[in-house]
């Protein structure tokens, strides 16, 4: 099992960045594939950024596209997720997730581990 914990959340004004942690505990991160993802009110959940569990590969979202990094620190067993030129529309609950050997999958049904979610909110 793995446990999931995003941190780094808030309110930010349009333009502006903020960078989200998710701290994962219980079994070797090295060997879990990571992703993304965000609900916003009244919205589906939709896929942000993805990672391989060994790195090197990254896939994102056309909405954020050049606008935010997806990244990993296996020896602090963390994902990252640094958020620049936010929108309004950027808005939402951003979840982490995990799954062994991951290849940076799109699809949140392929993730097996998820984390509680940490509120963005961008103003305009």
């Known amino acids: 099992q793995v446990q999931l914990e995003e941190s780094g959340g808030g309110l930010v004004q349009a333009g502006g960045s903020l960078r989200l942690s998710c701290a994962a505990s219980?079994?070797?991160?090295?060997?879990?594939?990571m992703g993304w993802f965000r609900q916003a009110p009244g919205k589906e959940r939709e896929f942000v950024a993805a990672?391989?569990?060994?790195?090197?590969?990254?896939s994102y979202a056309d909405s954020v596209k050049g606008r935010f990094t997806v990244s990993r620190d296996n020896a602090k067993n963390t994902g990252y997720l640094q958020m620049n030129s936010l929108k309004p529309e950027d808005t939402a609950v951003y979840y982490c997730a995990a799954v062994r050997w991951g290849l940076g999958s799109r699809r949140d049904n392929e993730y097996d581990y998820w984390g509680q979610g940490t509120q963005v909110t961008v103003s305009s």
């Open positions: 219980g079994r070797s991160f090295s060997n879990y594939g």
């Open positions: 990672i391989r569990w060994s790195g090197g590969t990254t």
